[in-house]
Protein backbone atom coordinates (compact mmCIF):
# COMPACT_ATOMS: atom_id res chain seq x y z
CA UNK A 1 0.00 0.00 0.00
CA UNK A 2 0.88 3.43 -0.06
CA UNK A 3 1.85 4.23 -3.51
CA UNK A 4 1.75 7.51 -5.07
CA UNK A 5 2.40 7.97 -8.93
CA UNK A 6 3.62 11.84 -10.15
CA UNK A 7 3.61 12.48 -13.70
CA UNK A 8 5.04 13.94 -15.59
CA UNK A 9 8.61 11.70 -14.63
CA UNK A 10 10.68 14.50 -16.74
CA UNK A 11 9.50 17.58 -18.43
CA UNK A 12 11.17 20.69 -20.57
CA UNK A 13 9.88 23.66 -20.83
CA UNK A 14 10.84 27.34 -22.58
CA UNK A 15 11.35 30.41 -19.95
CA UNK A 16 7.85 32.57 -19.21
CA UNK A 17 5.33 29.08 -19.92
CA UNK A 18 3.60 27.02 -17.23
CA UNK A 19 3.97 23.86 -16.32
CA UNK A 20 1.10 21.35 -14.50
CA UNK A 21 3.04 18.35 -12.25
CA UNK A 22 0.03 15.78 -11.16
CA UNK A 23 0.37 13.73 -7.46
CA UNK A 24 -1.82 10.96 -6.90
CA UNK A 25 -2.47 8.63 -4.12
CA UNK A 26 -3.41 5.24 -6.01
CA UNK A 27 -4.16 3.39 -3.28
CA UNK A 28 -5.16 5.35 -0.40
CA UNK A 29 -7.43 8.55 -0.30
CA UNK A 30 -4.94 11.45 0.87
CA UNK A 31 -6.97 14.71 2.22
CA UNK A 32 -3.52 16.05 2.82
CA UNK A 33 -0.56 16.08 -0.04
CA UNK A 34 2.73 17.65 0.30
CA UNK A 35 5.27 19.20 -2.46
CA UNK A 36 8.91 18.90 -2.09
CA UNK A 37 12.17 20.12 -4.26
CA UNK A 38 15.29 19.02 -4.75
CA UNK A 39 18.35 20.90 -5.75
CA UNK A 40 21.41 18.85 -6.82
CA UNK A 41 23.48 17.63 -3.36
CA UNK A 42 20.76 19.51 -1.37
CA UNK A 43 18.35 17.83 0.90
CA UNK A 44 14.81 17.80 0.13
CA UNK A 45 12.72 21.52 1.69
CA UNK A 46 9.35 21.09 2.13
CA UNK A 47 7.28 24.08 -0.72
CA UNK A 48 3.64 23.88 0.70
CA UNK A 49 0.83 21.29 2.11
CA UNK A 50 -1.87 20.93 0.02
CA UNK A 51 -5.19 20.43 1.55
CA UNK A 52 -8.09 18.67 0.18
CA UNK A 53 -10.99 20.95 -0.52
CA UNK A 54 -9.03 24.14 0.27
CA UNK A 55 -5.92 26.22 -0.09
CA UNK A 56 -2.86 25.13 0.27
CA UNK A 57 0.02 26.31 2.74
CA UNK A 58 3.03 27.38 1.71
CA UNK A 59 6.57 27.15 3.61
CA UNK A 60 8.33 30.57 4.24
CA UNK A 61 9.78 32.23 0.80
CA UNK A 62 7.86 30.09 -1.63
CA UNK A 63 5.27 32.19 -3.85
CA UNK A 64 2.35 31.27 -3.50
CA UNK A 65 1.47 32.99 -6.82
CA UNK A 66 4.22 31.10 -8.65
CA UNK A 67 3.11 27.49 -7.51
CA UNK A 68 -0.58 26.82 -7.75
CA UNK A 69 -1.25 24.20 -5.69
CA UNK A 70 -4.78 22.61 -6.22
CA UNK A 71 -6.40 19.44 -4.38
CA UNK A 72 -9.34 19.05 -6.05
CA UNK A 73 -9.84 15.30 -4.87
CA UNK A 74 -8.78 12.89 -1.86
CA UNK A 75 -6.19 11.16 -4.84
CA UNK A 76 -4.99 14.02 -6.86
CA UNK A 77 -2.93 17.34 -6.36
CA UNK A 78 -1.51 19.84 -9.23
CA UNK A 79 1.50 22.18 -8.70
CA UNK A 80 1.49 24.93 -11.57
CA UNK A 81 4.70 25.99 -11.71
CA UNK A 82 3.81 29.47 -13.31
CA UNK A 83 5.50 31.71 -15.71
CA UNK A 84 8.70 29.46 -15.36
CA UNK A 85 12.35 30.84 -15.19
CA UNK A 86 15.21 29.11 -15.08
CA UNK A 87 16.02 29.23 -11.75
CA UNK A 88 12.61 27.36 -11.64
CA UNK A 89 15.04 24.01 -12.87
CA UNK A 90 14.70 21.70 -10.07
CA UNK A 91 13.04 18.10 -9.29
CA UNK A 92 9.74 18.25 -7.67
CA UNK A 93 8.35 15.43 -5.48
CA UNK A 94 5.01 14.87 -4.18
CA UNK A 95 4.34 12.96 -0.55
CA UNK A 96 1.66 11.86 1.09
CA UNK A 97 1.10 9.77 4.24
CA UNK A 98 -1.37 7.20 5.20
CA UNK A 99 -1.59 9.36 8.59
CA UNK A 100 -2.18 5.74 10.51
CA UNK A 101 -0.67 7.42 13.86
CA UNK A 102 2.46 8.31 15.79
CA UNK A 103 4.69 9.67 13.38
CA UNK A 104 3.43 8.42 10.20
CA UNK A 105 6.36 7.85 7.38
CA UNK A 106 5.37 10.00 4.32
CA UNK A 107 5.06 8.09 0.75
CA UNK A 108 6.95 9.73 -1.92
CA UNK A 109 5.97 9.58 -5.85
CA UNK A 110 8.93 9.52 -8.13
CA UNK A 111 9.52 13.09 -9.26
CA UNK A 112 9.45 15.40 -11.81
CA UNK A 113 12.64 16.78 -12.98
CA UNK A 114 11.68 20.38 -14.57
CA UNK A 115 14.08 22.04 -16.92
CA UNK A 116 13.93 25.16 -18.13
CA UNK A 117 14.97 27.00 -20.80
CA UNK B 1 17.32 25.47 15.17
CA UNK B 2 16.69 22.20 14.23
CA UNK B 3 19.21 20.09 12.00
CA UNK B 4 19.90 17.06 10.71
CA UNK B 5 23.50 16.27 9.63
CA UNK B 6 24.05 13.00 7.47
CA UNK B 7 28.16 11.49 7.32
CA UNK B 8 29.77 10.88 5.21
CA UNK B 9 28.72 12.20 1.78
CA UNK B 10 29.81 9.84 0.28
CA UNK B 11 31.00 5.91 1.05
CA UNK B 12 32.60 3.35 -1.33
CA UNK B 13 32.44 -0.13 -0.63
CA UNK B 14 33.66 -3.80 -1.19
CA UNK B 15 30.73 -6.00 -1.54
CA UNK B 16 30.31 -7.53 1.75
CA UNK B 17 32.29 -5.00 3.27
CA UNK B 18 29.84 -4.17 6.10
CA UNK B 19 30.03 -0.43 7.24
CA UNK B 20 27.62 2.33 9.08
CA UNK B 21 26.22 5.71 7.56
CA UNK B 22 25.44 7.86 10.53
CA UNK B 23 22.40 10.54 11.02
CA UNK B 24 23.05 13.22 13.65
CA UNK B 25 20.29 15.70 14.28
CA UNK B 26 19.25 18.46 17.03
CA UNK B 27 15.68 19.02 16.98
CA UNK B 28 13.24 20.62 19.79
CA UNK B 29 11.26 17.59 20.10
CA UNK B 30 11.33 14.32 18.11
CA UNK B 31 8.78 12.68 17.07
CA UNK B 32 10.09 10.36 14.52
CA UNK B 33 13.31 9.89 12.72
CA UNK B 34 12.86 8.20 9.05
CA UNK B 35 15.20 6.76 6.91
CA UNK B 36 14.80 6.48 3.16
CA UNK B 37 16.48 5.23 0.15
CA UNK B 38 16.68 7.51 -3.00
CA UNK B 39 17.84 5.98 -6.78
CA UNK B 40 18.73 8.59 -9.14
CA UNK B 41 16.68 10.43 -10.52
CA UNK B 42 13.57 8.62 -8.51
CA UNK B 43 12.03 9.76 -5.63
CA UNK B 44 12.96 8.57 -1.86
CA UNK B 45 11.72 4.76 -1.21
CA UNK B 46 10.46 4.86 2.94
CA UNK B 47 13.10 2.17 5.16
CA UNK B 48 12.17 2.63 8.82
CA UNK B 49 10.55 4.41 11.40
CA UNK B 50 11.89 5.01 14.46
CA UNK B 51 10.30 6.61 17.46
CA UNK B 52 12.61 6.75 20.86
CA UNK B 53 16.25 5.73 21.95
CA UNK B 54 17.10 2.60 22.13
CA UNK B 55 14.69 1.52 19.36
CA UNK B 56 16.00 -0.93 16.51
CA UNK B 57 14.56 -1.81 12.93
CA UNK B 58 15.88 -4.25 10.80
CA UNK B 59 15.43 -5.41 6.77
CA UNK B 60 17.44 -7.88 4.97
CA UNK B 61 20.93 -6.22 4.87
CA UNK B 62 19.84 -2.96 6.62
CA UNK B 63 19.46 -1.92 9.98
CA UNK B 64 19.14 1.18 11.49
CA UNK B 65 19.00 2.49 15.82
CA UNK B 66 18.71 5.78 17.47
CA UNK B 67 20.21 7.18 20.31
CA UNK B 68 19.15 10.38 22.09
CA UNK B 69 21.42 12.48 19.45
CA UNK B 70 21.87 10.04 16.38
CA UNK B 71 21.18 7.10 14.08
CA UNK B 72 23.06 4.88 12.41
CA UNK B 73 22.05 2.93 9.38
CA UNK B 74 23.98 -0.23 9.57
CA UNK B 75 24.44 -1.98 5.98
CA UNK B 76 25.67 -5.94 6.50
CA UNK B 77 27.34 -7.36 4.18
CA UNK B 78 26.48 -5.27 1.06
CA UNK B 79 25.49 -6.15 -2.50
CA UNK B 80 25.93 -3.53 -5.19
CA UNK B 81 21.97 -3.44 -5.28
CA UNK B 82 22.40 -1.76 -2.18
CA UNK B 83 23.84 1.29 -4.31
CA UNK B 84 21.79 4.59 -3.82
CA UNK B 85 21.54 7.81 -1.55
CA UNK B 86 20.32 7.33 1.62
CA UNK B 87 18.31 9.76 3.76
CA UNK B 88 17.83 10.56 7.00
CA UNK B 89 14.95 12.84 8.02
CA UNK B 90 13.34 13.90 11.16
CA UNK B 91 9.76 14.94 12.17
CA UNK B 92 9.57 17.49 15.00
CA UNK B 93 6.89 17.30 17.51
CA UNK B 94 3.43 19.56 16.54
CA UNK B 95 4.40 20.67 20.92
CA UNK B 96 7.69 22.55 18.88
CA UNK B 97 6.30 23.78 15.64
CA UNK B 98 6.64 20.93 13.77
CA UNK B 99 3.89 19.58 11.16
CA UNK B 100 3.09 16.00 9.83
CA UNK B 101 4.43 16.63 6.26
CA UNK B 102 7.37 19.11 7.08
CA UNK B 103 10.19 15.69 7.65
CA UNK B 104 13.63 18.02 8.01
CA UNK B 105 15.84 16.09 6.03
CA UNK B 106 19.56 15.58 5.59
CA UNK B 107 21.75 15.69 2.60
CA UNK B 108 21.99 12.05 2.51
CA UNK B 109 24.89 9.54 2.29
CA UNK B 110 25.46 8.36 -1.33
CA UNK B 111 26.73 4.85 -1.31
CA UNK B 112 28.78 2.61 -3.71
CA UNK B 113 29.12 -0.92 -3.19
CA UNK B 114 31.10 -2.42 -5.76
CA UNK B 115 31.51 -5.93 -6.86
Known amino acids: GAVVSQHPSRVICKSGTSVKIECRSL??????MFWYRQFPKQSLMLMAT?????????EQGVEKDKFLINHASLTLSTLTVTSAHPEDSSFYIC?????????????FGNGTRLTVT | EDQVTQSPEALRLQEGESSSLNCSYTVSGLRGLFWYRQDPGKGPEFLFTLYSAGEEKEKERLKATLTKKESFLHITAPKPEDSATYLC????????????????FGKGTKLSVKP
Open chain 1, 95 to 107: SASLGQGRASPLH
Open chain 2, 89 to 104: AVQVSMNYGGSQGNLI
Open chain 1, 50 to 58: SNEGSKATY
Open chain 1, 27 to 32: DFQATT
